[in-house]
């Protein structure tokens, strides 16, 4: 049976050093299912299925086969959890395989894997990539596929006590999920701390959902969804104040795969390869029941000196930045402690107020990220890559796109996982010889 992936193959310490496999790892293929969501009234299709439709797609995007493959890496339970009762599958059924989460074996049996030496499990996106990077980079596996389901079947999601709660849970754990009373929590700090307000938030919020509707593959482009306003990104409910509703990112049902391969593999494969220069992994900061801004920020500060000194580079070589929002708050932590753009601690707010359309000067979050496009946390990652590519559409930022930042936790006490992309090996970078082919 498929084991959870190790977790000494990511890199979680301070002071490793530049990546043992910076540039000699590549990511060579992208597939994406559609994506549903339950209140449509049309999720009639498993996790399964869509599984099956977004791995093929990253065979295909690859120029491979099945045959090509000897790893996987695949996300056995969705988001987490078990979703009951069932509404769209008839009973009886022997295994939650293939509805609410989809495991390697599972991934191997139905699409006659024949050759596959490497298989593991994790349940988020960037452990997952960061995962098959240093796998492969080991000689664990030459080319892994990625397939990250996340599943929006009928049940309740995240909430694993009832509707109401008492003693120091009412402030921590509202309506049973711990995550939405802790990153008000540290906003209202932040907004106390710099003198700042929700209300600027409301350019960010929409540019997410402009870049989102420019993503195909993403839940509001398929459905057609009208652009998001700041009157009504500003008059939505509250979900629990200082949080509205469109502060937060809509579960889905969908499906992403990847095809992570050896450098010199993915330079004869279809695509041109986008290469890893480092990843880390990194959790939140917490004494206590709920995280301090003071240990928001310095969390944040540590992961970036993981990501950036383990790739060789700096801040101002990075083009395309794209942090994890399932909460829009988030945002303003990555960005001020990476200091993209020079962006400054408060200073957040006030550059969302400049130009950061992918046609301006500053194209932060071209993917949309979750918020512009439903939560599969896949979005930064494809985005990313087909920005170094040059195949993102009307997302393509004007600018140069050479180098990528792509992002998931590590704030909120929340561990994550971060990568550095880019569309140049590591020899070349550092300027000795090497010739990428579909250069």
């Known amino acids: 049976m498929t084991q959870n992936a190790p977790h000494a193959l990511l890199r979680e310490k301070e002071g490793l050093g530049i990546w043992e496999h910076r540039g000699k790892v590549a990511i060579a293929g992208i597939g994406h299912s559609p994506a549903d969501r339950r209140w449509d009234g049309n999720l009639e299709t498993s996790l399964g299925a869509y599984a099956l439709i977004a791995a093929q797609r990253a065979l295909d995007d690859a120029g491979i086969t099945a045959d090509d493959v000897d790893g996987i890496v695949a996300s056995p339970n969705g988001m987490g959890a078990p979703w009951a009762p069932r509404e769209y599958f008839a009973q009886p059924y022997d295994s939650e395989d293939g509805l609410s989460g989809v495991s390697a074996d599972w991934i191997i049996k139905q699409m006659g894997l024949k050759h596959i030496k490497y298989a593991v499990h994790h349940n988020d996106i960037n452990p997952m990539m960061a995962v098959a990077a240093q796998s492969v980079g080991d000689g664990l596996a030459h080319t892994i596929l990625v397939v990250r389901a996340v599943g929006n079947m009928p049940g309740r999601y995240a909430q694993k006590r009832a509707n109401t709660v008492s003693g120091p849970s009412q402030w921590t754990d509202v309506w049973g999920f711990w995550g939405m009373a802790q990153q008000g929590y540290t906003f209202n700090q932040y907004c106390t701390r710099y003198g700042r307000s929700l209300d600027g938030m409301a350019p960010l919020a929409v540019n997410l959902r402009r870049n989102g509707l420019m993503f195909p593959e993403g839940y509001y482009a398929q459905k057609k969804a009208e652009p998001l306003t700041a009157e009504e990104y500003l008059n939505s409910p509250w979900v629990n104040e200082p949080i509205r509703m469109h502060d937060c990112d809509i579960p889905i049902q969908a499906v992403a795969a990847y095809v992570v391969t050896t450098a010199e593999r993915a330079r004869d494969m279809k695509q041109k390869p986008v290469y890893f220069l480092n990843h880390c992994f990194q959790g939140g900061m917490i004494r206590s029941s709920a995280q301090t801004l003071d240990e928001c920020e310095a969390s944040c500060d540590q992961?970036?000196?993981k990501l950036l000194g383990g790739a060789g580079i700096t801040i101002e070589e990075v083009d395309v930045f794209n942090p994890y929002d399932g909460f829009i708050t988030f945002v303003q932590y990555y960005l001020e402690a990476f200091g993209?753009?020079?962006?400054?601690r408060g200073e957040a707010h006030d550059f969302y107020g400049e130009d950061i359309r992918v046609e301006g000067p500053h194209p932060l979050m071209s993917?949309?990220?979750n918020l512009g496009n439903g939560r599969s946390r896949c979005w930064?990652?494809?985005d990313s890559v087909q920005q170094l590519q040059g195949r993102a559409g009307a997302r393509q930022i004007r600018d140069k796109a050479e180098i990528a930042v792509v992002g998931l936790g590590g704030v909120?006490?929340?561990?994550?996982?971060?990568?550095v992309l880019s569309n140049r090996p590591d020899n070349e970078r550092s300027g000795t010889a090497g010739t990428d082919s579909k250069d």
């Not at 993209?340 to 400054?344: E, L, P, S």
């Not at 909120?412 to 990568?419: D, K, P, R, V």
């Open 380 to 382: 930064h990652w494809t």
């Open 303 to 305: 992961l970036v000196r």
């Open 367 to 369: 993917s949309g990220g």
């Open 412 to 419: 909120m006490a929340a561990a994550g996982s971060w990568a």
């Open 340 to 344: 993209w753009h020079g962006v400054k």
